[in-house]
């Protein structure tokens, strides 16, 4: 369950993968939804939005956690330049404050509008114009910065273990 010195243990492979994934479900559910004109199918898109921000919040404080009071993180491998090592370490905990951030724009976006009466209560009023409320400038924003983030950290990802063949993806799999 638990990390040693080179590789990832099950807990932390398990949130990393799970977070990957709803991460970019909401990023293609949250655009899409953004561009919808129907309502129904809005309310539909948004119905599996909210909740899996929820959960990417959840797997966001548990990691935090985690690796806090129970795990450790494996040792850095490789011989990397200082300037990458920062920079890993920047887009890491930018990616959480990004995802912090998203979660909490996204939560104010439902408390604000009343949205979530809509899109879970029943209510058989109309969705409102989400841009009439301030946390929807950051949460648009921070979608195209985690757009960002996750390219700058797939693509090290890509790098390490095709080009600098360390076995970065051995690392963070499920061994």
Do not use: C
């Amino acid at each position: 369950m638990k990390s040693t010195s080179t590789t990832y243990g099950t807990v932390a492979v398990s949130i990393h993968w799970l977070s990957a994934i709803l991460i970019i479900a909401l990023l293609i559910s949250g655009f899409r939804a953004a561009t919808l004109d129907a309502e129904t199918l809005k309310v539909s898109v948004l119905a599996i939005h909210a909740p899996m921000g929820i959960a990417v919040l959840l797997l966001t404080l548990f990691r935090i956690l985690w690796w806090g009071l129970v795990d450790r993180k494996p040792a850095k491998h490789g011989n990397s330049p200082i300037w990458q090592v920062r920079t890993a370490i920047l887009v890491h905990v930018l990616l959480y404050i990004v995802t912090l951030g998203m979660v909490a724009s996204g939560i104010g976006m439902m408390a604000l509008s009343g949205a979530g009466k809509v899109i879970f209560g029943g209510s058989s009023s109309s969705l409102p114009d989400f841009w009439d409320f301030k946390p929807r400038v950051p949460h648009g924003i921070g979608a195209r910065v985690l757009l960002l983030l996750l390219a700058l950290h797939v693509g090290a990802a890509l790098y390490h273990q095709f080009i600098k063949k360390d076995g970065s993806f051995r690392r963070i799999w499920f061994n």
